[in-house]
């Protein structure tokens, strides 16, 4: 085994996909190894030890779903990424397979391989020397080294699409280590019990901030990210209600995005509080529908007044006709159910436009704005509407 922290397993039956994998892995300090047969993938899993697998489904001899299979046997729980030049419905139902046997699908890459593509996802996995500790991270919330970026929310009017609010998402801003993404650090925050005060710090800046915008003219709503175990306080709908009086900002205009990340405790009382948000107009919306996390149950029991697409749906628009079909029937499932509906992930004009053609209501991603710190967001802020009006 190399002392590389980084090893990269790729299985694929194209000698120029391997190459390919090999030369950009291997500039991105990563050791590879390939396989080029299912008996070769099973020797090299062993002797290389990886750290992330690129796994082709279609392989002649084996397919690639007796590959996911024997992983899931033999517990495997290395971050392992389905590539395939077939068609995405085939990719998504592997990748649900692949999780069902207990692995960790971190996503597909359709074929042919996008440089850029590969080039994020390897540096999305790329570990550095240092495991982050839940004591660093306890300091970095004292320290002041958390941060947030600001995402744009469109909302379509009559006259357009309008940026009508922003996501907030969280960094950490590591002295040594660069800024790090939530990916890394909110499993970290959730299992050690700090994602409490992260959250708390991510309320009391965000709210802080959108009262500033305020202040300037500038009236946006503003989202966060939650996770659904942090709502068992009886009283947070009122502290919350406090917290925005405090800074001039209408309860209307915070939504609490909640993921179903974790089988609730008190289901219960998460129900009780949860509505009591929703009575003191607090928006709620179930973030990342149709990732499996997020479920139609859940839709149809709590509270929520917004749905929220998930992006890997909003980046296949314009694409894929089973994308676009879903979008269109969540749209409608939503609008049914008398909730709004956002699309995440729209990277496109494409896929903005059908978007306003199939009544979502906002839509947010890429082409619309990049997370980015708050000093950008006035400057964005006036120069969307006129980029962007079409559709409505
Ligand atoms: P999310 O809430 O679904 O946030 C959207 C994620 O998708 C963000 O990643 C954003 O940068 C990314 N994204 C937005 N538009 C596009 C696009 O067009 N294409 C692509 N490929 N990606 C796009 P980020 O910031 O890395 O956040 C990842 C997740 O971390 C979030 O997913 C959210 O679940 C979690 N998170 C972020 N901030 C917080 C927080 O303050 N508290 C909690 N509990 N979770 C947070
Ligand atoms: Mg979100
Ligand atoms: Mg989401």
Redesign the pocket.
């Known amino acids: 085994m190399t002392d590389n922290i980084n090893r990269l397993l790729v299985v694929d039956d194209q000698e120029d996909i391997l190459d390919f994998a090999a030369q950009v892995a291997e500039s991105m300090d990563y050791a590879v190894a390939l396989a080029a047969s299912a008996d070769e993938f099973y020797a090299r899993l062993g002797e290389f030890g990886p750290t992330l697998i690129v796994l082709d489904l279609q392989m002649p001899g084996t397919d690639g779903i007796e590959l996911l299979r024997y992983l899931g046997r033999r517990g495997v729980r290395v971050p392992l990424l389905i590539s395939s030049g077939m068609d995405s419905r085939v990719l998504t139902s592997a990748e649900r397979f692949g999780r069902s046997v207990g692995l960790d699908i971190s996503g597909v890459l359709q074929k042919p391989l996008m440089l850029a593509e590969f080039e994020a996802v390897l540096a999305r996995h790329r570990r550095v020397e240092r495991v982050l500790e839940p004591l660093e991270f306890a300091r970095a919330v004292d320290r002041g080294q958390l941060v947030l970026h600001y ?1 744009p929310k469109l909302g379509r009017t009559r006259a357009g699409w309008q940026t009508c609010g922003v ?4 960094r950490w801003d590591h002295p040594d280590l660069g800024m790090i ?3 890394r650090f ?1 499993p970290l925050a959730e299992s050690s019990g700090l ?1 409490a005060a ?2 708390d710090w ?1 309320l009391q800046e965000g709210v802080r901030q959108v009262g500033a915008w305020c202040a300037q003219g500038i009236d946006l709503g503003l989202a ?4 659904p175990k942090l709502v068992t306080d009886l009283d947070f709908p009122d502290r919350l209600s406090d917290l925005l009086a405090a800074h001039g900002v209408r309860n209307s205009s915070l939504t609490l ?1 909640i ?1 179903e990340s974790a089988a609730l405790e008190d289901p219960t009382r998460t129900m009780d509080i949860l509505t009591r948000l929703r009575v003191k107009d607090f928006g709620l919306s179930l ?2 529908f149709g990732t499996g996390y997020s479920s139609l149950t859940q839709l149809y029991r709590m509270p929520f007044n917004e749905l929220k697409i998930d ?1 890997s749906l ?2 296949d628009l314009g694409k894929s006709r089973e994308a676009e079909t879903m979008v269109r029937s969540l749209v409608g499932l939503a609008h049914g159910l008398g909730l709004k509906v956002c699309a ?4 496109t004009p494409t896929a903005l436009d059908f978007l306003a053609e199939a009544g979502c209501d906002f839509a ?4 619309v704005g ?2 980015m710190p708050a000093s950008a967001i006035a400057d964005h802020f006036a120069s969307v509407p006129k980029r962007l009006a079409s559709g409505g």
């Not at 996501?167 to 969280?170: G, N, R, S, T």
């Not at 995440?344 to 990277?347: D, K, N, P, T, Y």
């Not at 947010?364 to 082409?367: A, D, E, K, S, V």
Request: proline share 6%.
């Open positions: 995402q996501e907030a998402l969280l993404y939530p990916d909110i994602i992260a959250t991510v966060i990210n939650m996770s995005e993921t973030d990342d992006k909003g980046m995440e992930g729209v990277e947010q991603g890429y082409h990049r997370p």
